[in-house]
Each structure stands twice: as structure tokens, then as C-alpha cells.
Nanobody
């Protein structure tokens, strides 16, 4: 069983950047696809980006294409979400999640993810 802890959230002005780490403990990310999701007040949780097991495939929501990048540092057992050119509509709580066993392109469906972190708040001011 893997435990996930997100960090790196904070307040930033529009156009700025943040990098969110998701650190795993209890297990490595081996065998897991990893996804980033976000939830803004009054809205449903939505998929942001995903990284397949083995980091062979990535997937991005349209809202983040060209601005967000997901990557993994296996030595640190940490997945990162690099967010550039942030907009006020990116304001949300960001969660990382691990999906055991999915092979191929990571799924954007939150129901497919088995383990979740506690979330980190990102606030973008215009």
C-alpha cells in the first residue's frame, strides 16, 4: 500500500509558476500510474495530468496542455506537477493519486485511482 503526500502549494500571481511534489512512502511508484486532480470550490474533482507506470505515457486535460508537465524522479520516489503560466481558474486543491495495475495511457477517471493524498491548495490571483 502506498501513502501519498502532496506539497508545494501556495499563492501566486497569474502568469507565475509552481511545482507540486507528490512523495510516496510505504512503496515505490513501481506498478502504479499516477494522476493529478484538482477540485475548486463548488466544482467536481477534475483530472489534470497523468503519468503511466514506467513513465512511458502522459495524459493532460485540455486546460493544462502546453502549461503543465508531469514527471517522476524515481530516486526521490516523487512525482512532480510543474505548472507554468498559471491562471486564476487554476485555483483549486490539487491531489495526487495512484492507480495500481493500469497499463498504457493513464486514465482520467478518478474512480480508477486507489490511493489519494490529502491535497495542497493552489491560489492564483489576477
Amino acid at each position: 500500500q502506498v501513502q501519498l503526500v502532496e506539497s508545494g502549494g501556495g499563492s501566486v500571481q497569474a502568469g507565475g509558476s509552481l511545482r507540486l511534489p507528490c512523495a510516496a512512502s510505504g512503496s515505490t511508484f513501481g506498478g502504479y500510474a499516477v494522476g493529478w486532480f484538482r477540485q475548486a470550490p463548488g466544482k467536481e474533482r477534475e483530472f489534470v495530468a497523468g503519468l503511466s507506470w514506467g513513465a512511458l505515457n502522459t495524459r493532460y486535460a485540455d486546460s493544462g496542455k502546453g502549461r503543465f508537465a508531469i514527471s517522476i524522479n524515481n530516486a526521490m520516489n516523487t512525482v512532480f506537477l510543474q505548472m507554468n503560466s498559471l491562471k486564476s481558474e487554476d485555483t483549486a486543491v490539487y491531489y495526487c493519486a495512484a492507480d495500481w495495475g493500469t497499463i498504457g495511457r493513464p486514465t482520467p477517471n478518478s474512480d480508477d485511482y486507489d490511493y489519494w493524498g490529502q491535497g495542497t491548495q493552489v491560489t492564483v490571483s489576477s
